[in-house]
């Protein structure tokens, strides 16, 4: 005869590393709350806030480690053959949701602790360029333009043009803009790349289908502190702002450029009148390209330099497919495909997009944490 099934066992236990992670977690959270409560009112603040991104991490843990304690309790209960027949039916469906629950609970806690971006939180300059196309190109990267706009005021987010450069049909040549708000940077950083369009262009008279690219960059925007420029270094130019086809937007030298002679690197601001507002935005978009830069240097596994995240604009390069004959959107590092192209160019449905880049994103590092737990 077969014997009865064997009662499920308790999940196997985590790592050493990790469980010792996890107590000078909670060590810390107890020790800071001491701290807060004797605290001299000029360390208070660094430590109320130090205290304030540890007490979820730690909440987590606590959970995970309660729900762990419930789960050997019922394996318990069901290993002892002295156990009611009532009682272990219970104990067998109570075990099933709660074996849901705690994987719910570890992920939650292992994406805790994976290591954070410092940008993340930060506001971002986003940088949108026509690539290969044409006028074509022009008119996408236009397209794009208005799409993160909008995507900014779904968001609730501050969206700011710094600088454009039109063509005659309403194209965008190229256009930076500064979008303001906590964790802009965290989520449009998977924006850097190469888009490419497939439509008949408005220039087209035998209604074929042409493919465009627009290449975006999106840098975390840097802070004085962050990064601090000195007046010896800088270049600072001054002229009329224009627009589309060289028409001057304004009689007054408002405009400005300037340029980081260490490393080459120049920015223009023209959008406002002022040319002590262009002045202050133009050394904040400064700021941020260098920092990118430095953060390049740092973190070759990101792979942030502008000149990486751009590509050189070429057709066959890409990230992202925009095809308006069949209102596609295919994201091709992910295999995501959309039939709402309209909606994503509204900024309605780009959120369904982002969203599943950054969930892909905390994936691919979860297996690779794991590798190295498992190591």
């Given at each position: 005869?077969?014997?009865?099934?064997?009662?499920?066992?308790?999940?196997?236990?985590?790592?050493?590393?990790?469980?010792?992670?996890?107590?000078?977690?909670?060590?810390?959270?107890?020790?800071?709350?001491?701290?807060?409560?004797?605290?001299?009112?000029?360390?208070?603040?660094?430590?109320?806030?130090?205290?304030?991104?540890?007490?979820?991490?730690?909440?987590?843990?606590?959970?995970?480690?309660?729900?762990r304690r419930?789960?050997?309790?019922?394996?318990?209960?069901?290993?002892?053959?002295?156990?009611?027949?009532?009682?272990?039916?219970?104990?067998?469906?109570?075990?099933?949701?709660?074996?849901?629950?705690?994987?719910?609970?570890?992920?939650?806690?292992?994406?805790?602790?994976?290591?954070?971006?410092?940008?993340?939180?930060?506001?971002?300059?986003?940088?949108?360029r026509?690539?290969?196309?044409?006028?074509?190109?022009?008119?996408?990267?236009?397209?794009?333009?208005?799409?993160?706009?909008r995507?900014?005021?779904?968001?609730?987010?501050?969206?700011?043009?710094?600088?454009?450069?039109?063509?005659?049909?309403?194209?965008?040549?190229?256009?930076?803009?500064?979008?303001?708000?906590?964790?802009?940077?965290?989520?449009?950083?998977f924006?850097?790349?190469?888009h490419?369009?497939?439509?008949?262009?408005?220039?087209?008279?035998?209604?074929?289908?042409?493919?465009?690219?627009?290449?975006?960059?999106v840098?975390?925007?840097?802070?004085?502190?962050?990064l601090a420029?000195?007046?010896r270094?800088?270049?600072?130019?001054?002229?009329?702002?224009?627009?589309?086809?060289?028409?001057?937007v304004?009689?007054?030298?408002s405009?400005?450029?300037?340029?980081?002679?260490?490393?080459?690197?120049?920015?223009?601001?023209?959008?406002?009148?002022?040319?002590?507002?262009?002045?202050?935005?133009?050394?904040?978009?400064?700021?941020?390209?260098?920092?990118?830069?430095?953060r390049?240097?740092?973190?070759?596994?990101?792979?942030?330099?502008?000149?990486?995240?751009i590509?050189?604009?070429?057709?066959?390069?890409?990230?992202?497919?925009?095809?308006?004959?069949?209102?596609r959107?295919?994201?091709?590092r992910i295999d995501?495909?959309?039939?709402?192209?309209?909606?994503?160019?509204?900024?309605?449905?780009?959120?369904?997009?982002?969203?599943?880049?950054?969930?892909?994103?905390?994936?691919?590092?979860?297996?690779?944490?794991?590798?190295?737990?498992?190591?």
């Amino acid at each position: 005869m077969i014997g009865p099934a064997a009662e499920p066992t308790c999940r196997a236990v985590t790592s050493p590393d990790l469980e010792a992670k996890l107590d000078s977690i909670l060590a810390r959270r107890d020790e800071l709350a001491t701290l807060l409560a004797e605290a001299e009112p000029a360390r208070y603040a660094v430590l109320a806030k130090e205290l304030a991104k540890l007490e979820p991490v730690a909440e987590k843990v606590e959970a995970w480690r309660r729900a762990r304690r419930e789960l050997e309790g019922l394996d318990t209960l069901l290993a002892d053959p002295d156990t009611d027949p009532e009682m272990r039916a219970l104990a067998r469906d109570e075990r099933v949701a709660l074996e849901e629950r705690l994987a719910g609970l570890e992920r939650e806690v292992r994406k805790a602790l994976l290591p954070k971006d410092a940008a993340d939180e930060k506001s971002a300059i986003l940088e949108i360029r026509a690539g290969t196309g044409g006028e074509e190109a022009a008119l996408f990267a236009a397209d794009l333009l208005a799409m993160y706009r909008r995507y900014a005021e779904l968001r609730g987010w501050r969206f700011e043009l710094l600088d454009i450069s039109e063509t005659d049909l309403g194209g965008v040549k190229e256009a930076v803009a500064r979008i303001e708000g906590r964790g802009v940077f965290a989520e449009l950083k998977f924006e850097a790349g190469v888009h490419r369009v497939q439509r008949v262009p408005v220039t087209e008279a035998g209604g074929r289908i042409h493919t465009s690219a627009a290449t975006v960059a999106v840098l975390p925007e840097a802070e004085e502190v962050d990064l601090a420029l000195d007046e010896r270094d800088l270049e600072i130019d001054v002229f009329r702002a224009s627009g589309a086809g060289g028409q001057h937007v304004n009689r007054t030298e408002s405009a400005v450029r300037i340029t980081h002679k260490p490393t080459g690197t120049s920015v223009v601001v023209q959008d406002e009148r002022s040319q002590h507002r262009n002045k202050a935005r133009a050394l904040a978009l400064l700021r941020s390209r260098l920092l990118e830069r430095e953060r390049a240097a740092k973190s070759a596994a990101r792979a942030a330099d502008r000149r990486v995240q751009i590509g050189t604009g070429d057709r066959s390069e890409r990230i992202r497919t925009y095809n308006f004959p069949q209102n596609r959107v295919t994201d091709h590092r992910i295999d995501l495909t959309l039939y709402a192209l309209d909606r994503v160019l509204t900024g309605e449905a780009l959120g369904r997009i982002v969203e599943a880049l950054v969930t892909a994103d905390e994936a691919a590092r979860l297996a690779e944490a794991g590798r190295g737990e498992a190591a």
